[in-house]
C-alpha cells in the first residue's frame, strides 16, 4: 500500500454495507496485518469534509459471522491508514420493553458474555511476523469513548432522534439468539441491549489507543422482553431496512461532530506509556 492522501482516513466506520454510500470518491484499498486480513477492503472517501475510512464489519456480502470476524485484523487496519476515530454502528435486541424496535442506544458499559474470541493484540504469544509483543492491562472501566459519545447524542438529537443516553450493552457469542432463561437474565440485571459484535470490538479500539463509540440501534424486542415467538432474522432485516436511512444521516452528522484537533480524552492514553513490544501501525 502506498500512503497517498487518497489512502488515508481519521475517522473508522465499522458497519453494515448500507453505510457506505455516504462518502464522496470512494477509494477502495485492501490492507493486509499481521492478524491476517481484515473482514474486505476498506472503503476510504469523505464525509463532511472529514476522511473516513469504512470498514463492512461482516464482509460486503455479510458472509461472516459475528464470532468468526477477525477483530484484531479490522482495528488494526484501521489504524493503519491513520483512523484514531472509530464508530461502530450494529444492530442489537433491546432487553427492556421501553426500548423497542427502532431505538437508538449509545450505551456507556458493555458485559461480554462471548467465548472464546482473541481480544488482545498483547498477549505475550508470537504473531505470524514473528513479533512477540508484551502482556499488557488497558484501564477498560468506562469502555466507550465520552467525546464520542457526546458527539453521537447531539447528531442523533439534532435529526430527530431521541437516543438513549447510556446503559450496558451485553455481547454474546451468537450466532444463536438467546434463550428465553437467557435473555430473562440480561435483563434481571438491568443491561440494556444485547448484541454480538460489540465486544471485542471495543477493547481492541482500546489497545490501539483509538476512540470508540458504539451505536445501537434496537431491531427486536429480546427472547425475555416480548412474548411472541422470539427473535426472527427476518424480523430484524426488516427494522433494521426501516431505520437504516435514518442511522446514515446520524452517522453523517457524528462524522462532522467528532473532535477534529488534537484528541483529549482517556482513549489516547489508555496504554499509559506501557511498552506493548510490537510498533503501533
Ligand atoms: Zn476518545
Given at each position: 500500500m502506498s500512503g497517498g492522501a487518497g489512502q488515508r482516513a481519521d475517522i473508522g466506520v465499522i458497519g453494515g454495507s448500507g453505510f457506505y454510500s455516504f462518502l464522496d470518491d470512494v477509494t477502495e484499498i485492501t490492507v493486509d496485518t499481521p492478524y491476517g486480513p481484515p473482514s474486505d477492503s476498506l472503503f476510504l472517501g469523505e464525509a463532511g469534509g472529514r476522511r473516513v475510512a469504512f470498514l463492512p464489519r461482516h464482509g460486503r456480502g455479510h458472509t461472516l459471522a459475528p464470532h468468526l470476524i477477525n477483530y484484531r485484523a479490522n482495528l488494526w487496519a484501521?489504524?493503519?491508514?491513520?483512523?484514531?476515530?472509530?464508530?461502530g454502528p450494529c444492530a442489537v435486541g433491546g432487553l427492556q420493553p421501553a426500548y423497542g424496535p427502532g431505538t437508538l442506544v449509545i450505551p456507556d458499559q458493555l458485559v461480554d458474555r462471548t467465548k472464546g474470541r482473541v481480544q488482545s493484540y498483547y498477549d505475550g504469544l508470537p504473531r505470524p511476523d514473528g513479533?512477540?509483543?508484551?502482556?499488557?492491562?488497558?484501564?477498560f472501566a468506562d469502555p466507550y469513548c465520552p467525546s464520542g459519545r457526546e458527539s453521537a447524542l447531539a447528531a442523533a438529537r439534532a435529526n430527530g432522534w431521541d437516543p438513549v443516553d447510556g446503559g450496558t450493552m451485553c455481547v454474546v457469542e451468537g450466532p444463536r439468539f438467546s434463550t428465553r432463561a437467557e435473555s430473562r437474565w440480561h435483563a434481571a440485571q438491568g443491561?440494556?441491549?444485547v448484541g454480538m459484535t460489540g465486544h471485542p470490538e471495543a477493547v481492541l479500539a482500546r489497545e490501539l489507543e483509538l476512540c470508540y463509540t458504539s451505536l445501537a440501534?434496537?431491531?427486536d424486542l429480546d427472547a425475555g422482553a416480548e412474548t411472541g415467538e422470539g427473535v426472527s432474522h427476518t424480523e430484524v432485516l426488516e427494522v433494521f431496512a426501516r431505520n437504516i436511512a435514518?442511522?446514515?444521516t446520524v452517522l453523517f452528522d457524528v462524522i462532522t461532530k467528532l473532535p477534529e484537533s488534537e484528541r483529549d480524552c482517556l482513549c489516547t492514553r489508555s496504554l499509559g506509556g506501557q511498552p506493548t513490544g510490537i510498533p503501533l501501525p
Open positions: 484501521l489504524r493503519s491508514v491513520g483512523v484514531r476515530q472509530v464508530l513479533a512477540e509483543p508484551n502482556v499488557v492491562h488497558v484501564s443491561w440494556s441491549v440501534l434496537v431491531t435514518r442511522l446514515r
